[in-house]
């Protein structure tokens, strides 16, 4: 468990932005009419530190593309890496691995991929010579493995788990749990006993009030690695969460300010206990996102420059 001191504790660094920056609310609503698609990272880093990159769950990053991301970002700017969703225990279509892995891959009869030790070594290889050209621009954050509702208790084990984790033990790896029983009851005090025990980050979230086992509970503050603490944000809508059937209906919320104030304390508390927080708004319908980004960060007393209105929101 996260350790109490009562003595004072210096604040760490918080970074705060948005699980990508590409989604297709932004463009319509936050970033200037008529922006081209290669000047969006460069305004987005404008007005935030850092971003959550999601085509990665999709598709191992073309490494000239992941060079334009470093070249056209500042120096400081951070890019936390989502992994591909072969690792985290979701039904994966061979179209979505690298060609010459999908030669090799053993498929069912609907064409969904079966998870080996040895392709997920294979795939993470090829992923990581993207990934290194983020590190050597000194930008890269953390690795994210979000896992699936269906990775549960009740059918796995974490120790299923040991072997990405090891294989990446000279990154910071954060894992999101997508299914609530691994952080409620007596499971709870044992999840954050292995993450400590492997120096992996557990992400804290804000979700829904609901007992669905789909949804964590947000009332958990695990800082599991003093290097980063990670807190996501999906919106407070359980309907939206559990029964959306997109990404933008699932996490169809816009914050309001009490809400905002309350994550600020909240990142507050969790940055006492890292050297670095990062805080990703992934209420990501519309312009939801980066706009509950900023005004976190105005929050936080963050200098942020504030973004011009858009003409249709007139």
């Not at 400590?196 to 007992?211: G, L, R, T, Y």
């Amino acid at each position: 468990m996260t350790k109490k001191s009562s003595d004072k504790i210096e604040t760490g660094k918080i970074l705060v932005g948005t699980a990508s920056w590409s989604d297709p609310g932004f463009v319509e609503r936050w970033y200037p009419k008529k922006m081209p698609a290669g000047e969006r990272l460069p305004w987005y880093a404008q007005h935030f530190d850092m971003v959550e990159v999601n085509s990665t769950f999709y598709s191992v990053p073309e490494p000239r593309m992941v060079e334009r991301w470093c070249a056209t970002t500042p120096d400081d700017f951070t890019f936390d890496v989502k992994l591909h969703q072969l690792f985290s225990f979701h039904s994966t279509p061979a179209k979505l691995l690298p060609p010459e892995l999908q030669r090799r891959a053993e498929t069912d009869d609907r064409g969904r991929v079966k998870s080996t030790p040895d392709l997920q070594e294979a795939l993470l290889k090829i992923f990581l010579c993207a990934a290194a050209i983020f590190r050597d621009s000194d930008k890269l954050g953390v690795f994210l493995l979000q896992l699936s509702p269906a990775f549960s208790p009740r059918k796995h084990e974490l120790g299923e788990l040991v072997q990405l984790i090891e294989m990446l033990s000279d990154y910071d790896l954060a894992i999101e749990f997508r299914n609530r029983n691994w952080a409620v009851g007596d499971q709870l005090q044992a999840t954050m006993d292995f993450l400590q025990k492997h120096h992996a980050i557990f992400v804290n979230v804000d979700a829904p009030e609901s007992d669905h086992f789909m949804v964590m509970p947000s009332g958990v503050d695990e800082v599991t690695n003093s290097n980063v603490a990670y807190l996501r944000l999906h919106g407070r809508s359980a309907k939206a969460y559990i029964t959306g059937k997109t990404v933008a209906t699932r996490f169809d919320y816009d914050y309001n300010e009490n809400e905002i104030a309350e994550v600020a304390q909240r990142s507050r508390k969790l940055a006492r206990e890292a050297r670095e927080l990062h805080v990703i708004f992934n209420n990501n319908n519309l312009d939801y996102a980066p706009r509950a980004a900023l005004r976190l960060r105005k929050a936080l007393g963050q200098i942020v420059k504030t973004p011009p209105e858009t003409a249709e929101l007139f």
